[in-house]
C-alpha cells in the first residue's frame, strides 16, 4: 500500500456502444456476488463470472485483458473512490490523500469482500503485482508530486528527502490499518499526522 489519493488510473475498458458501461457494471457486480457467496479467487474462472454476469466471456474479454485487471478494477469499485486535490496547498493535499486512505482502511475493517480479496491477492504474485502497478504505484506517484510542488513552493526544507517523507506520511495510518487493526482510525487522524510532520520540517 501506499499514500491514498488520486491518481491517474488504469485507462478503462474501450467503451463503444451507450450500454456497454452497464456491462461493464453488471461484470464487477457478478464478480462481488461470487466473492459474497464465498467462492475464492482462484475458482473465479471467466465462465464463470459471464454466467453470474449475465453476458458472453467475449463482453468480459472486450473490456479486460484477464483475470486480474477484472480484479482490481472489482478492488477499486469495493474501494472509496480516490479523492480530488484541492490544490490550495501542500498540507491541504496531503491531509485530503491521508484521509483517503484512513477511509480505505475503514473500509477494509468493515467490508468482507476488501479484506478477503486483499488476503487472497497476497498470495497471487501475478494479481499483486498488477494491483501494485495500476493502483499503488500511481497513488505513490501523486503523493510525491505534491510533496515536490510543497518543496518547490518553499513549503519544505529544500534538503528533504521526498521519498522518506512520503513513507513518514502514509506510515501512521498504515501502522494502524495493517500492524494495529484494532487501533482507532479518528476523523482527525489525518490532520494531525501532516501537522505533526510539516511543523518540524517548514523551512525556518
Do not use: C
Not at 74 to 101: C, F, K, N
Amino acid at each position: 500500500m501506499s499514500l491514498a489519493g488520486t491518481g491517474p488510473r488504469r485507462d478503462g475498458p474501450a467503451r463503444g456502444r451507450p450500454r456497454s458501461e452497464a456491462v461493464e457494471r453488471a461484470i464487477v457486480e457478478g464478480v462481488m456476488k461470487l466473492l459474497e457467496d464465498g467462492v475464492p479467487l482462484a475458482e473465479l474462472s471467466i465462465e464463470r463470472i459471464a454466467r453470474t454476469a449475465g453476458v458472453g466471456k467475449a463482453a468480459i474479454y472486450r473490456r479486460w485483458t484477464g483475470k486480474e485487471q477484472l480484479f482490481v478494477d472489482v478492488m477499486r469499485a469495493a474501494e472509496p473512490p480516490d479523492p480530488e486535490l484541492p490544490g490550495t496547498s501542500m498540507r491541504d493535499d496531503l491531509v485530503v490523500l491521508l484521509e483517503s486512505l484512513r477511509l480505505r482502511g475503514l473500509a477494509g475493517r468493515t467490508s468482507a469482500i476488501l479484506h478477503n480479496v486483499r488476503a487472497q491477492m497476497k498470495s497471487s504474485p501475478r494479481l499483486w503485482t498488477a494491483y501494485h502497478d495500476t493502483v499503488i504505484q500511481p497513488r505513490r506517484r501523486v503523493g510525491l508530486d505534491v510533496l515536490r510542488r510543497g518543496r518547490d513552493n518553499g513549503e519544505l526544507r529544500a534538503d528533504v528527502d521526498l521519498e522518506l517523507l512520503n513513507d513518514m506520511v502514509v506510515g501512521p495510518v498504515l501502522v494502524r490499518t495493517v500492524l494495529r487493526p484494532d487501533a482507532e482510525l479518528p476523523a482527525d487522524l489525518a490532520e494531525r499526522v501532516v501537522d505533526t510532520l510539516l511543523q518540524g520540517l517548514r523551512p525556518s
